[in-house]
């Protein structure tokens, strides 16, 4: 491959990562708010918990996701992708908790989606960052989001809106 | 915010450090696959055992690997030795049936040459095209596992041997090489002779389009016909006549190739792109006369079908089956082959009518074949490939080591005339240099685009002596053991020396 391809090549692919990422954050913020603020309730109650949960749950699951091929069994091959995608997804919903964190202590007055967006975009950077980002930051930040989605339980959540959060002023 | 503990703390950093070491080592496989998509690190994988050749003579399963291989990689001995030679012969023969991901990646950046149309191949500049078949051909060789199928198919494209720099062959030859020899290698010696007759290279290289009878007073152009007989089929001594020539390229006479512009041959038949390069019958250009090849009639008015009936009759004839069998036997046993194992394969190639995978079955089970351990000498191509195999070099095959190739006067698909790179080794004598340039450039990474990771190896295999068994295919003698340890660059004096270069 040309070097100029080389460098397109990976420009393209930390552009994707970056609005894959940033997409699932604002849509899950804006599908599931509560759930969203349990996240974000999380974060800020008991962040090193929820990374050492996510470590030790999502962890072994996404590195068997990475090693499918290495399977016995086509049953068990199927399995591990679809556990490792529910996972992945799960961790994409823990982190946009995360994401409208960081957007709401930057511009507290802001309408929710811009603080998620905003969150969103700070923290995407992050994790694209060269080496430290997608070879530490991201999936230690997955990895919390899984926790914390666990640590929430947003399945049986009876939780309020973010307190704190104003709601949007009407013209 | 909850109070941490500082147990918690270390906890979770530790598990997420080791949580992106895990995903790390996960992904380096991945990433070492798209690196080998890309050209880059592609290298066999070390298997073990390792154990190398134990005897102090070429024993069956080296001589096999050194003679239906480019040669043998770390580890192939041991591999051979467990499935047993004729187990190996038999999958060898099946290549479809052999996984061969490695060369798919380290080719897949080319695949453009072979899936696009051949009339869009004339889209490419024209000295594109010859460089990276030649690339392509030698990533197979190193890197195919169907290391047979790529024997063979070095084999056929001398037999049938055409030079890019000729005409439109610079952008048909890649077709040619796909559609003829690698579909044909292992098939049916008629299917691939019937194939080459019609191939836009071949009718390109040989005038075949130009062999046109539009005209009473016009005549054929004989140079394919002379070919045929001589070089692919009957050999020169074959029992044919000048008048044989003559009449068979009067059956051939109409066939030609869709032109990029009017080329005085293919009449009108100027065609979109994608069908340039085209094999077509024009009948108004052929002689469709009664003729008469090799004491068999054709009648007149078969237009096209009569190059079926030369098919038939050249690849039917008994000095066909013999010309066919020498080659194969003196490219498999010896520059001169044993007249008993000849003719055992034209037998063969009578009784299955041409059958490749039968012929060589016969070949490999001959006591004549058993008997010539070691005494071929490598041809620059087989040198070359065999030092980088054994090593388990890691190479995009680029000009650095094409140019070895070009030096020892055996860069693929760069022989002018015919009759293709000869394989005795009288010829190959004269370029000796070179060879031992390229072995100890190759022993000290030297070579750009080529990597070798010597001392790896080394501690994979075990010891000296084992690396230099595997080379060498036998134990090493103590005039050889003695000339590593003390030459001060051992790896490169092994791979220039005599017993390496034979095999």
Redesign the interface.
């Known amino acids: 491959m040309p070097y100029t391809g080389n460098v397109l090549f990976f420009l393209a692919l930390h552009a994707a990562l970056f609005l894959i990422l940033l997409g699932h954050w604002v849509a899950f913020g804006g599908m599931f708010p509560k759930a969203t603020a349990d996240f974000v309730r999380q974060y800020d109650e008991r962040p090193i918990r929820a990374l050492l949960l996510g470590s030790v749950t999502y962890g072994p699951i996404f590195v068997l996701f990475l090693n499918t091929a290495k399977l016995p069994g086509t049953a068990l091959r199927v399995a591990m992708i679809a556990a490792g995608v529910v996972a992945l997804l799960v961790a994409f919903a823990g982190t946009a908790g995360l994401a409208l964190r960081i957007g709401r202590n930057l511009s507290a007055d802001a309408s929710r989606w811009q603080q998620g967006l905003r969150g969103g975009v700070m923290l995407g950077l992050v994790f694209i960052t060269p080496f430290l980002g997608w070879g530490f930051l991201l999936h230690a930040g997955l990895a919390s989001g899984f926790g914390a989605f666990l640590l929430a339980k947003p399945w049986r959540s009876t939780a309020a809106d973010i307190p704190g959060l104003p709601a949007p002023a009407l013209p | 915010?909850?109070k941490?503990s500082r147990r918690?703390?270390v906890?979770?950093s530790a598990?997420?450090?080791?949580?992106?070491a895990?995903?790390?080592k996960?992904?380096q496989g991945?990433l070492t696959t798209m690196g080998q998509y890309?050209?880059v690190g592609v290298e066999r994988t070390l298997h073990e055992p390792m154990t190398p050749p134990a005897g102090a003579e070429i024993d069956p399963v080296s001589h096999a690997l050194n003679r239906i291989t480019f040669g043998p990689g770390p580890g192939d001995h041991a591999r051979v030795s467990a499935m047993g030679v004729k187990a190996f012969i038999e999958e060898q023969l099946g290549p479809e049936k052999i996984d061969n991901s490695l060369c798919d990646r380290a080719t897949a950046?080319f695949g453009d040459l072979w899936n696009e149309p051949l009339g869009e191949q004339y889209d490419v500049d024209s000295e594109a095209l010859p460089p990276v078949l030649r690339q392509v051909t030698l990533l197979r060789a190193i890197y195919s596992e169907r290391q047979f199928f790529e024997v063979m198919c070095e084999f056929w494209s001398d037999h049938f041997n055409i030079d890019p720099t000729k005409g439109d062959c610079r952008w048909t030859k890649p077709d040619d090489d796909a559609q003829v020899i690698r579909k044909h290698a292992l098939g049916n010696f008629r299917g691939m002779l019937r194939a080459s007759a019609l191939s836009p290279a071949m009718l390109w290289y040989l005038d075949g389009r130009a062999n046109v009878k539009r005209t009473p007073e016009e005549k054929p152009n004989e140079n394919y016909a002379r070919e045929l007989m001589e070089l692919h089929t009957l050999g020169v001594h074959g029992g044919y006549t000048q008048q044989d020539v003559m009449e068979v390229a009067r059956c051939l006479t109409g066939w030609t190739v869709l032109a990029r512009k009017d080329d005085g041959f293919s009449g009108n038949l100027l065609s979109p792109l994608k069908d340039r390069g085209v094999a077509v019958f024009r009948p108004e250009a052929h002689d469709d006369g009664a003729k008469r090849v090799l004491g068999s009639e054709i009648p007149a008015g078969l237009g096209e079908k009569d190059l079926d009936r030369v098919i038939e009759i050249v690849a039917s004839h008994p000095s066909t089956a013999r010309f066919v069998a020498h080659k194969l036997c003196a490219r498999f046993i010896a520059d001169e082959p044993p007249a008993a194992a000849v003719a055992a394969v034209a037998a063969e190639f009578a009784a299955s009518a041409g059958d490749i995978k039968s012929m060589l079955r016969v070949l490999f089970a001959t006591p004549e074949f058993s008997a010539s351990g070691g005494v071929k000498f490598k041809r620059p191509f087989h040198f070359v490939v065999s030092a980088l195999r054994a090593t388990n070099a890691s190479t995009s095959a680029e000009r650095p080591v094409l140019s070895y190739l070009e030096r020892m006067g055996h860069m693929p698909f760069r022989y002018p005339t015919p009759d293709g790179y000869p394989a005795a080794a009288i010829h190959w004598h004269a370029t000796l240099l070179w060879r031992w340039k390229f072995a100890l450039a190759l022993a000290n990474n030297r070579i750009g685009g080529t990597h070798i990771e010597r001392f790896r190896l080394q501690r994979r295999i075990g010891s000296d002596a084992g690396l230099m068994a595997t080379l060498l295919g036998r134990q090493p003698r103590a005039e050889e053991s003695d000339a590593y340890l003390k030459s001060g660059d051992g790896l490169a004096l092994l791979l220039a020396s005599p017993a390496f270069q034979r095999c």
Request: proline residues 0%; hydrophobic residues 65%.
């Open positions: 915010m909850k941490t918690e703390f906890a979770a598990g997420a450090v080791a949580l992106s895990a995903i790390f996960s992904a991945w890309a050209g950046r």
